[in-house]
Structure formats: C-alpha cells, structure tokens
C-alpha cells in the first residue's frame, strides 16, 4: 500500500487556533485577481451574466445574489453581494442593504438544513488591507463552522478545491434554495 508523504499535506501547523483569518480569504496565487478595480475587470461583475454552474451561482435576487467562494475557507463558505460594482459597504442603497441581509439570512438556513454547521463566521473585508482578494466589488463573507475544523483549515488553504466538489455543492445549496422557495 502506499501512503502520501505528510509533506503532501500542506506546511506543518503552528498550533495555534484561528477562529478568523480573513487572510485566507484572499484568492490564492492571484490568478483570480482582477487586474484593476474597474467593472470590466471584474470578476463579480462577469459571473452573473453567465450560467449558474459555470459562475458557482447559488442563488439571485433582485439586488443581490449568493455564489460560492472558489477558494473555500470551509465546505459551505458562500458569499453574498451585491450586482452594483460597488466597494464600501456604505455604498449599498436602502434596498441592496436589506436583501443583502435578507439572502444572508437565508443562505445561514440553507447552509443549516443542508451542512447541519455548529456556526458561521459572517463578514466583509473592506479593502484589500483588511485582506479583500476583490476589494472593489463588495462581498460578504458566510462561513459554515464546525468544532475542530481550525485544526485542517490550513490545509485546506493551501490545497486547490476540486471543481467537481464545488460543482456538487452548488447543486446541493441551489437545490435546497429552490425547495424553500416553492
Ligand atoms: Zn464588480
């Protein structure tokens, strides 16, 4: 039988426990970094236009919508935002502050109907300081917790996320968002 090398598994852990590390939230590598702030740069702006599969869509509102985060913090990890390229959470009109709130909330039941978490970490990291990998297209964070799960998130950070595990996801959230709706 052969057996991985535990060097396969990503550096060796620090022992510390991280409850929040929005470091990890920045897209790994930078491939995916739009390379300016402008709309047509944009990868936030481009996924709505396009399927749902192919863009990780979730779910739509009118104002906002929900996609999965390619690079997941956690199985589950969703984002929120809004279809305006805007950067500060200040920018939000009254109505795309509310649904971006209303479809958080959502997305928290969706997520526990469907993944049972023992918590969430919600949060925005306003600009790229604060660790936002797309600081100009506003987007709030949704992380599904369990007890224990700080112990492989560093593996997890450093591992590319299987599209076919994403693509399942996806199909798993967008479904069960549908049956809430009917
Ligand atoms: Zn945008």
Same mark, same amino acid.
């Given at each position: 039988m052969e057996v991985d090398p535990a060097s396969a598994f990503g550096p060796r852990e620090d022992g510390m426990e991280r409850l929040w590390t929005p470091h990890r939230m920045v897209y790994i590598g930078g491939e995916a970094k739009p390379a300016d702030s402008t709309v047509g740069a944009c990868p936030f702006c481009r996924i709505p236009q396009g399927d749902d599969e192919q863009g990780l869509v979730v779910a739509r509102g009118e104002r906002c919508f929900v996609i999965l985060n390619l690079y997941p913090y956690n199985s589950g990890h969703l984002m929120v935002l809004p279809y305006r390229h805007v950067s500060d959470y200040t920018d939000l009109? $009254? +109505? $795309?502050?509310? $649904?971006?709130?209303?479809?958080?909330?959502? +997305? *928290?039941? *969706?997520? %526990?109907?469907?993944?049972?978490?023992?918590?969430? =970490?919600?949060?925005? =990291?306003? %600009?790229?300081?604060? %660790?936002?990998?797309? +600081? +100009? /297209?506003? /987007?709030? /964070?949704?992380v599904p917790r369990w007890l224990g799960d700080a112990n492989f998130l560093p593996v997890v950070g450093q591992t590319k996320a299987l599209p076919e595990l994403l693509a399942d996801t996806r199909r798993r959230l967008a479904d069960a968002w549908g049956r809430e709706e009917s």
């Amino acid at each position: 039988m052969e057996v991985d090398p535990a060097s396969a598994f990503g550096p060796r852990e620090d022992g510390m426990e991280r409850l929040w590390t929005p470091h990890r939230m920045v897209y790994i590598g930078g491939e995916a970094k739009p390379a300016d702030s402008t709309v047509g740069a944009c990868p936030f702006c481009r996924i709505p236009q396009g399927d749902d599969e192919q863009g990780l869509v979730v779910a739509r509102g009118e104002r906002c919508f929900v996609i999965l985060n390619l690079y997941p913090y956690n199985s589950g990890h969703l984002m929120v935002l809004p279809y305006r390229h805007v950067s500060d959470y200040t920018d939000l009109d $009254e +109505a $795309e502050t509310v $649904e971006l709130a209303v479809l958080t909330q959502k +997305a *928290i039941r *969706i997520l %526990g109907v469907v993944y049972a978490p023992a918590g969430f =970490n919600i949060g925005m =990291n306003q %600009g790229a300081v604060a %660790g936002a990998g797309i +600081a +100009a /297209h506003l /987007h709030q /964070h949704l992380v599904p917790r369990w007890l224990g799960d700080a112990n492989f998130l560093p593996v997890v950070g450093q591992t590319k996320a299987l599209p076919e595990l994403l693509a399942d996801t996806r199909r798993r959230l967008a479904d069960a968002w549908g049956r809430e709706e009917s």
